[in-house]
């Protein structure tokens, strides 16, 4: 007796193919959440960002996949897709999704564009954004639905001016984003803060936790208390005939500050700083807060500048 030939046809067989393949895409970007938004200020209210998280390495896979901002009653503002994979997969690298006009005020190149016809798509009186329908955050008076629990809205008198909210670190190992750190709540989640984007091309500073774990990051210091966030006031542009620049800067808690330039060693410093004179070319600066418990901000407020010769 002869054997039968089962015909299927072909559109059958990729489906078939399909369900029998591991299912292995989404585990490389499913481990991200939305670390920090930022939607701008008063004075420069189109200065906008999200700021994303991983928190395991090999991630970063996130071509063709996007983040939605909505508005206050739960409708689409906006849709921001990756063109392309980002460079690190390292644990805990963030990829930021920024404005020009953000990339021109904090002195740092997105690792993609965020896409919005108007400051109002952002908007720090009411909104949210979410990671595909992986993670979601809500903020201000933000009252609709969302494809994934984001609970009670963070700072629900809305995000002051230039403050950002950003994803707290407790949970766990307080120093490192984790799992458990999502808790579905974006009050419970997200905190005030001031703003600090790390694009993908800055080395992770999350350092192992005392106790063992794995840790690092924003969040509660070793001491107990809260980790001090910095944040630049003044800089040159990005070109500048001034050999002498100065600098302002604050914290959200900080009792002393350290200042760096280029490949120079930190050194104790105050607001405002004048650099001395600098050479023509290149220059970075960064500058860190520290607590009174000796807690040291982990992701310095940094600017890049070119200093040029004078116009003729």
Same mark, same amino acid.
């Given at each position: 007796m002869g054997r039968r030939r089962l015909c299927l046809p072909a559109a059958a067989v990729a489906l078939l193919v399909c369900l029998l393949a591991p299912a292995t895409a989404q585990a490389t970007f499913h481990l991200i959440k939305v670390r920090?938004?930022? @939607?701008?200020?008063?004075? &420069? *209210? &189109?200065?906008?960002?999200?700021?994303?998280?991983?928190?395991? /390495? /090999?991630?970063?896979?996130?071509?063709g996949h996007s983040l939605r901002l909505y508005d206050a009653s739960g409708a689409v503002t906006s849709t921001s897709t990756?063109?392309?994979?980002?460079?690190?997969?390292?644990?805990?690298?963030?990829?930021v999704l920024a404005t020009h006009q953000a990339e021109e005020q904090f002195g740092f190149s997105a690792d993609a564009p965020l896409t919005v016809s108007s400051p109002a798509q952002l908007d720090p009186? /009411?909104?949210?954004a979410c990671w595909e329908a992986l993670d979601c955050v809500s903020w201000g008076d933000f009252s609709g639905s969302l494809p994934s629990p984001a609970g009670a809205p963070a700072a629900p008198a809305g995000i002051p001016d230039g403050m950002a909210i950003r994803r707290s670190i407790s949970q766990g190992c307080s120093t490192l984003l984790e799992p458990v750190d999502d808790s579905d709540n974006s009050s419970a989640d997200f905190a005030?803060?001031? @703003?600090? *984007? $790390? *694009?993908?091309?800055?080395? @992770?500073?999350e350092t192992r936790c005392a106790a063992g774990g794995t840790g690092g990051g924003s969040g509660a210091s070793s001491q107990g208390g809260?980790?001090?966030?910095?944040?630049?006031? +003044?800089?040159? *542009?990005?070109?500048? &005939?001034?050999?002498?620049?100065?600098? +302002?800067?604050?914290s959200s808690?900080?009792?002393? %500050?350290?200042?760096k330039l280029d490949g120079k060693r930190y050194r104790t410093c105050r607001s405002p700083f004048t650099a001395k004179r600098l050479a023509l070319g290149p220059h970075r %600066?960064?500058? $860190? &807060?520290?607590?009174?418990?000796?807690?040291?901000? @982990?992701?310095?407020?940094?600017?890049?500048?070119?200093?040029?010769r004078p116009a003729r």
């Open positions: 920090e938004v930022y @939607p701008g200020s008063v004075a &420069a *209210p &189109a200065s906008q960002y999200v700021e994303l998280q991983m928190y395991a /390495g /090999g991630q970063n896979h996130v071509g990756f063109a392309a994979d980002v460079a690190g997969s390292a644990t805990q690298s963030t990829i009186a /009411g909104g949210a005030l803060s001031a @703003p600090e *984007p $790390r *694009p993908n091309s800055v080395s @992770p500073s809260d980790v001090p966030q910095t944040t630049l006031r +003044r800089k040159p *542009p990005k070109q500048t &005939a001034d050999r002498t620049p100065t600098f +302002r800067f604050a808690g900080g009792a002393r %500050f350290e200042c %600066f960064r500058v $860190r &807060a520290v607590g009174q418990d000796g807690a040291i901000d @982990p992701t310095p407020a940094s600017c890049r500048f070119r200093v040029v």
